[in-house]
């Protein structure tokens, strides 16, 4: 039974469903004993919603019977979702203390159309507080662990949704992005993850932590995976003012097309990452390896390109990220959202409700974000970013001139150790160093595993990542199922989880 959850695609596992050689409740319940038995090691899961996936999969089956879910890719199949991610009747709590008994009244549009589709929530996963950090650890309840290394971090903030897929204890998650929270843990957990462009997903439902930059996303463990569900998750939604009425085409059946033409890509490597300081020389000889076999093996052509603004990148982002965050965290104050710690005076209860109920990261960027805005700074830092912006999307648009997509590693560094950079935030605020900038301009942008690198007898993942044009999502996942057949590193899972 493992093999075949591991082997086949998510549209072919669905496609079994229908053609009735295995039930509904049989999938969820493979994958159920299997957060049984492995997330007590892991810590991927918040909470799992046990009996309400068995519910679900019996009204996902009588739909199935009824024919009604024959364009669906993903009937059946069950899927976890990051816990800053509203789901109706169903606590989201955000790895926050503050938030830890909120039960939503709502679905996110991202869920209500996981559902229509025929797609099972089947749990919540761990994330930092209210998605700040790199690593999981900032989690109010428990760090995660990476699959391929209990010892190490699986990435943040999506470090639950990228270990539940690693380990395959579902075979798709979604998480958000902000600065990289989506593809730095799938290139440390050795699975697909994927950043739509912005306003491609709607962000309705999803809690906010930047504004300007959130994005929801797929995992997955193969390219076509986080296609079929970014085809049903995708689209215009009146509900979020920033998701534009844009088509969404059927991205598997783009995919395809291309891959029978045999379609020849011009891929810009990024000089400025590949010799940026910091970068592990066997993360860069990786990379390289896979740029070279992507010209060998498909006739693609190969140009280094420079991103004069990559060097601001990361100062522009922890400008503009904590500022917003500041804001979006006022409401939660003991009054209108949240726990209360209550006192005799209003004003110490909102002090005593924000320092016992928010964790130190989280601090820490409302207090950056608060002094960017004050009077006699905003005009020296806000605004400087924002026009700092400005000229960052303008280097990619020069860039996107001379070629088709841009390619570089997903993180400068292997999976580094569980408390390793936990009192140093400078050090971990730079393992989003190579995500930040296409979260800056708003681009499409995905990890697939490229390699793996041995250390102290363990396999450890690398992964690349590529980025494209606005809404451009076909071409990102072309090249990225090419990276997929030259590096060899599919739907890999570690042998102890097998």
């Known amino acids: 039974m493992v093999e075949i959850f591991v082997e086949k695609k998510v549209r072919e596992i669905s496609q079994l469903i229908k053609k009735k050689e295995i039930s509904v409740r049989e999938v969820v319940e493979f994958f159920l004993d299997r957060i049984k038995k492995f997330d007590p090691q892991l810590n991927a899961f918040l909470y799992v919603c046990e009996k309400e996936a068995i519910l679900q999969a019996e009204e996902v089956q009588k739909k199935i019977n009824s024919g009604e879910l024959q364009n669906s890719k993903i009937a059946g199949i069950p899927i976890a979702i990051k816990d800053n991610i509203a789901t109706y009747k169903i606590r989201t709590t955000c790895g926050s203390k503050i938030l830890e008994n909120w039960i939503p009244p709502y679905d996110a549009t991202v869920v209500k159309r996981i559902k229509s589709a025929g797609g099972i929530i089947i749990g ?17 309840f428990f760090p995660t662990k990476n699959p391929w290394d209990l010892d190490r971090v699986p990435g ?17 998650s979604l998480g958000s992005d902000t600065g990289g929270s989506i593809r730095q843990p799938a290139g440390f957990c050795g699975i697909v993850g994927l950043c739509p462009t912005y306003g491609r997903v709607s962000r309705f439902g999803l809690v906010a932590f930047a504004s300007s ?190 070629v088709d997509v841009v390619i570089c590693p997903t993180s400068p560094e292997l999976p580094f150790k569980l408390g390793e950079k936990s009192q140093d935030p400078l050090k971990m605020y730079l393992s989003d160093v190579f995500t930040i900038p296409s979260s800056l301009a708003g681009l499409p942008a995905i990890s697939v595993p490229a390699g793996f690198v041995e250390e102290n007898g363990k396999p450890l993942p690398v992964g690349l990542q590529i980025i494209g044009k606005q809404f451009d999502e076909v071409s990102v996942l072309y090249v990225a199922k090419c990276v997929e057949k030259v590096s060899g590193c599919a739907g890999k899972i570690p042998k102890d989880l097998i």
């Open 124 to 140: 919540k996963t761990n994330l930092d507080e209210f998605a700040m950090g790199s690593s999981t650890e900032n989690s109010a």
């Open 213 to 402: 930059l959130d994005r929801i996303g797929p995992f997955g463990l193969y390219v076509d995976d986080v296609a079929d569900i970014l085809y049903h998750i995708a689209g215009y939604d009146e509900l979020d003012s920033t998701c534009p009425y844009f088509p969404v085409p059927d991205y598997s059946k783009e995919i395809a097309i291309l891959e029978e033409k045999n379609h020849r890509v011009k891929i810009g490597v990024i000089k400025d990452f590949v010799e940026a300081d910091g970068l592990d020389k066997r993360v860069r000889d990786i990379i390289v390896l896979v740029a070279d076999k992507l010209c060998r093996e498909f006739g693609f052509e190969l140009e280094y390109v420079s991103l004069p603004t990559f060097k601001y990148a990361v100062p522009i982002y922890y400008i503009i990220a904590p500022a917003e965050a500041s804001s979006n965290l006022a409401r939660y104050d003991g009054v209108k959202y949240g726990v209360r710690d209550d006192s005799e005076e209003l004003s110490e209860m909102y002090v005593k409700t924000r320092t016992n109920r928010f964790g130190d990261e989280v601090k820490r960027r409302i207090f950056i974000g608060t002094f960017v805005l004050s009077s006699g700074y905003y005009d020296a830092y806000y605004l400087k970013a924002q026009k700092a912006i400005t000229l960052l999307r303008r280097d990619f648009d020069e860039t996107f001139k001379k």
């Open 156 to 172: 943040g903030s999506s470090g639950g949704s990228a270990s539940a897929v690693a380990s395959l204890m579902v075979r798709l």
